[in-house]
């Protein structure tokens, strides 16, 4: 066969309509990473491809490489994740992930971890039974994609002196924790993180997403640790 066509896992990441029939749909997928694909006639009545593209979808796509966006000529489900699109709250975890996917890898850039952690992330959301642990799971992932990607936040030791705490800030420019003396001085840019959060961080980022829904977190802590994640991103987000 051609090499401008190509089969791959993929996780529907996005979809909108395009022209009459069509819909243009983001995939993240396992070879080739994040990328974009038209699905010709999909909205049309009789089509039976449309419903297999829906987001938070695994599927098996087939694909063909055009000029400008890659063309699906053939896709197959392998799990609907269904339990996301049941509840709201899903929905609105699932989004922030899918955000954080956008923000961290470049188009094409292909990370066979990163999509299986990606399927692990959508598959323990779709049977989080509440929001805080909808939100506990999908804070993690986004977690353990910063470090795959070599930013994780330094919680070890000082990210300014390199001292080993107590700690009282978090510096997204340094990366890291920042201990009581650097954070007194006002030259170095972080905003105060309890011991909790601390505490909160190292646990999400040691432990794997399947032990996520066992452990109970403080709300405050949660709130801190997603200020982390979301200034840790927006630095180093594309």
């Known amino acids: 066969m051609s090499s401008r066509f190509f089969t791959t896992e993929a996780l529907v990441i996005g979809s909108m309509r395009y022209r009459e029939a069509d819909r243009i749909v983001t995939l993240y997928t396992r070879e080739r990473g994040r990328l974009g694909a038209i699905a010709k006639g999909v909205r049309r009545t009789k089509s039976k491809v449309g419903g297999r593209l829906e987001p938070f979808t695994l599927v098996r796509a087939s694909l063909y490489t055009g000029r400008g966006l890659y063309t699906i000529v053939g896709v197959d489900t392998l799990r609907t994740f269904q339990g996301v699109r049941d509840e709201l709250f899903r929905m609105e975890e699932g989004a922030r992930l899918f955000t954080a996917v956008r923000h961290l890898f470049p188009a094409e850039e292909g990370s066979a971890p990163a999509f299986n952690l990606l399927v692990r992330g959508i598959s323990r959301l779709s049977e989080a039974p ?20 070599g930013y994780a936040p330094e919680m070890a ?40 959060a601390v505490g909160t961080l190292q646990t999400l980022l040691s432990n794997p997403l399947a032990e996520v829904d066992g452990f109970e977190f403080d709300e405050r802590a949660m709130a801190e640790v997603e200020q982390v994640v979301a200034q840790t991103l927006a630095y180093h987000g594309h």
């Open 157 to 196: 030791c000082c990210a300014a002196c390199g001292c080993e705490g107590p700690f009282c800030g978090f510096s997204p420019n340094l990366g890291g924790v920042v201990c009581e003396t650097c954070a007194s001085t006002g030259a170095i840019s972080c905003f105060v993180l309890s011991s909790g």
């Open 130 to 149: 509440d929001p805080a642990r909808a939100a506990g799971v999908v804070l993690a992932t986004r977690l353990k994609l910063l470090a795959l990607l």
